[in-house]
């Protein structure tokens, strides 16, 4: 049985990682100013920032279902069998189009469409997994399985430095986001499940870096406590724009999840669908299970 893995590029994955990881990755669409880009195709990110400063107007689309088909349909010349992981369906509605398609007469019992509840460096980890999975011989709908049990073993905690796009996205009103940014307040974000959800608020980075750190190990010896002593749980860390702080907050978490003997291998940019509504200088620390 040969299972070919398919991801959105909400995962993080770049096109040249994809090629190195024999997977494939389905480019999200943005509209800038009325005109369409596609992620690491058309849009990489030092051009989506130079819009961003520029206060384009910036939108995240779905990938187009005929062009889902057409991945599928040339897989499965070379494949038995699909294992498409989208970004999660609270998120998008791409994941309930592509499972939608993937009940039609051509792709029924060949492709499985996964709701991962994950996003951005999570919905990487549950990418890697499943390509371990398909190279151990697990069929389509092993890997399904597996992966919707382990769905909910992540954790995702950012800061972000403004709550203009936040606002701008309609995650607040136009009253507390004029409040916040009087008072100097940074949000932090969870995204536990399928949705984006405020956990905090602070009054500086230095305190809101404290709470996420703090956090995380509160996950770890709860929720991840099973994955730490087995050794299937991994920590990341994701910023946007500026890799240099998220290098800094590394360090710092790094020293304080020194007694679990766990360290931050991943430093990765947050995917353009998710830097869309939080903007540049956000940092992130997250875990999850690991196959």
Not at 24 to 32: G, K, Q, R, Y
Not at 213 to 223: F, G, S, V, Y
């Amino acid at each position: 049985m040969k299972v070919a893995i398919v991801t959105d590029s909400n995962s993080g994955i770049t096109q040249e990682e994809a090629k190195q990881l024999g997977i494939t990755v389905i480019p999200m669409p943005f509209l800038i100013n009325g005109e369409e880009y596609f992620e690491d195709i058309s849009l990489n990110q030092e051009d989506f920032y130079k819009k961003l400063f520029e206060d384009a107007d910036v939108s995240t689309s779905q990938p187009s279902i005929y062009n889902i088909n057409k991945v599928w349909t040339d897989l499965l010349k070379s494949y038995d069998q699909i294992v498409h992981i989208p970004m999660s369906s609270g998120l998008s509605a791409s994941c309930a189009t592509a499972t939608a398609s993937s009940e039609s007469d051509e792709f029924k019992g060949r492709v499985f469409v996964i709701d991962n509840k994950r996003i951005s460096i999570t919905q990487k980890q549950s990418v890697l997994d499943a390509i371990k999975l398909a190279k151990e011989g697990k069929t389509g709908s092993e890997i399904k399985d597996f992966l919707l049990e382990t769905s909910m073993k992540a954790s995702i905690y950012i800061m972000v430095s403004t709550l203009k796009y936040l606002k701008k996205g309609g995650r607040l009103t136009p009253a507390v986001a004029a409040i916040g940014s009087l008072l100097k307040i940074k949000p932090v974000l969870q995204i536990q499940g399928d949705k984006l959800d405020k956990f905090s608020q602070v009054m500086n980075v230095s305190v809101g870096k404290k709470r996420m750190i703090e956090q995380i190990i509160k996950d770890i010896e709860t929720r991840f406590q099973d994955e730490l002593n087995s050794k299937h749980l991994t920590v990341f860390m994701a910023y946007t724009y500026d890799k240099q702080k998220c290098l800094e907050f590394k360090a710092e978490a790094e020293k304080a999840l020194e007694k679990y003997n766990i360290k931050i291998e991943v430093v990765d940019p947050l995917s353009l669908s998710v830097s869309c509504h939080i903007g540049e200088n956000a940092i992130a620390i997250a875990c999850s299970y690991a196959y």
